[in-house]
């Protein structure tokens, strides 16, 4: 039997749902900031990036989606979506429209080995501020990510870590004086962050590893290298952080797996979801533009998983709005006869309508529950003759007759109830 690519899944309709709460949450709270919607390519060039993640970044040494096609082009199934976005300002001329406010979601694809929260094809929502070199954009978009999961009823049971990484010149100086001790600490060191000491020693303070963690306790401190620019950049964002009262935990241990953050890092973090535990993510990329060949453009943005946030719902049982939907239930040949017709005027109406093709009052009364109707609409003879019609709220069981010409007023009453 055929089964989906390892790492991918079928959204079932009722997980597609979940998803669509998730992603029309956040473009709702993107508009109140601004941000309006992009949509760029899923398949990229693979040079967009090699030159914007890193050739030391997880993703571009071993993770990426990269062949050459029929015609030679050397391709990527795109693994994250801002160089996407940054080419397209660059490729579509968008220079005159800076500041720019962009909000994007979609399917990102990278060769990780799949668990729970990982996944090979996933989905990320993420917004993206170009052109605003204050730490006014910093404030914006955490803020903006913030009400988003606010809004999902996450907020509570998310940590926000932040830290600076400074600016290139203070994270060249790091990255020297973090190896130099990690070099003299290199049999202490776990396999793999031994292997990074020489490629990217800054991802060895992302080590889960508990003997690398108690040698990282007494490693050089990033904050100690920050240049007086960079650290008033960061006290600036903390600051307004703490008058937009958004809570925040200073974590010197984050630095991100990307090459092209500098200043602001961050990541909203769970303890609900195992080893997977960061669900939004991001910061600020002011050499990204002009790294790919645009001009010197800062930007700051994050970008968070939408599997992840699902699966966070799905474990705090958090709730997510069903539009409700009514099942009508013809009893009787006369009653079939105008079940399209019916069906089609409150749907006209805007009122979301199920119909079973077939069965008696009782099966179909069944199928109502099942697609977790709010209420069922039955009609027969003699509704039909007095011009009445049942109306059975299935929750509570009550039933009301209701005048044919008062059924739209009354669905909709019923479904603004809570
Ligand atoms: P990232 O940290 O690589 O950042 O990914 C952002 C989020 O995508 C993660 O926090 C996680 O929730 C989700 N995610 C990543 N990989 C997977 C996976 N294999 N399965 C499920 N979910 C996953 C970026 O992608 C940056 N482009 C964010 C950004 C935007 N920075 C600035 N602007």
Redesign the pocket.
């Known amino acids: 039997m055929l089964q989906a690519v390892k790492g991918t899944r079928d959204l079932l309709p009722g997980t597609c749902r979940k998803f669509r709460h998730v992603e029309q949450t956040a473009s709702q709270i993107a508009s109140l900031y601004g941000f309006d919607e992009i949509e760029t390519p899923i398949l990229e060039p693979a040079a967009l990036f090699l030159r914007s993640l890193g050739d030391t970044s997880d993703?571009v040494s071993k993770e990426m989606y990269r062949f050459t096609d029929a015609g030679g082009d050397d391709l990527v199934l795109r693994?994250?979506?801002?160089?996407g976005v940054a080419r397209a300002f660059i490729s579509e001329g968008l220079a005159q429209e800076l500041p720019l406010k962009l909000f994007y979601r979609g399917p990102?694809f990278?060769r990780?080995r799949p668990q729970k929260?990982?996944?090979?094809q996933?989905?990320?929502c993420?917004?993206?501020l170009l052109g605003v070199e204050s730490p006014a954009a910093d404030l914006e978009v955490i803020a903006c990510g913030y009400h988003m999961l606010q809004e999902l009823g996450l907020s509570q049971n998310l940590t926000l870590r932040l830290n600076s990484i400074g600016d290139l010149e203070s994270r060249a100086l790091f990255r020297d004086r973090l190896k130099d001790y990690l070099l003299q600490h290199r049999d202490q060191l776990s396999k793999d962050s031994q292997d990074r000491l020489e490629r990217n020693p800054l991802r060895i303070l992302d080590s889960k590893d508990p003997g690398d963690r108690k040698l990282l306790e007494h490693a050089p401190r990033l904050e100690q290298m920050l240049t007086p620019a960079a650290r008033e950049f960061f006290s600036q964002v903390q600051q307004g952080l703490k008058a937009l009262k958004i809570p925040v935990v200073i974590d010197p241990l984050l630095v991100?797996?990307?090459d092209?953050?500098c200043h602001t890092v961050f990541?909203f973090t769970t303890e609900n979801l195992g080893a997977?535990n960061?669900?939004?993510?991001?910061?600020r990329?002011d050499g990204l533009v002009s790294d790919l060949g645009g001009p010197k453009v800062p930007?700051?943005?994050?970008?968070?998983?939408t599997?992840?946030?699902v699966l966070l719902l799905d474990e705090l049982k958090g709730e997510w709005k069903r539009t409700p939907s009514f099942a009508l239930i013809p009893v009787g040949d006369r009653a079939e006869a105008l079940l399209s017709e019916l069906a089609q005027e409150l749907r006209r109406a805007g009122l979301r309508v199920d119909l079973s093709f077939s069965g008696n009052l009782g099966k179909r009364m069944k199928r109502a529950d099942k697609v977790g109707a709010t209420a069922a609409v039955i009609f027969g003879d003699n509704e039909l003759n007095a011009d009445r019609f049942q109306i059975k709220h299935l929750k509570s069981g009550t039933q009301s007759e209701v005048p044919r010409a008062q059924i739209i007023e009354e669905l909709r009453r019923l479904a603004t109830q809570p």
């Open positions: 993703i693994p994250e979506g801002t160089a990102m990278r990780e929260g990982r996944y090979r996933f989905y990320q993420g917004v993206e991100r797996g990307l092209y953050y990541e997977q960061a669900v939004l993510a991001g910061g990329y930007g700051v943005g994050w970008a968070f998983g599997d992840r946030l």
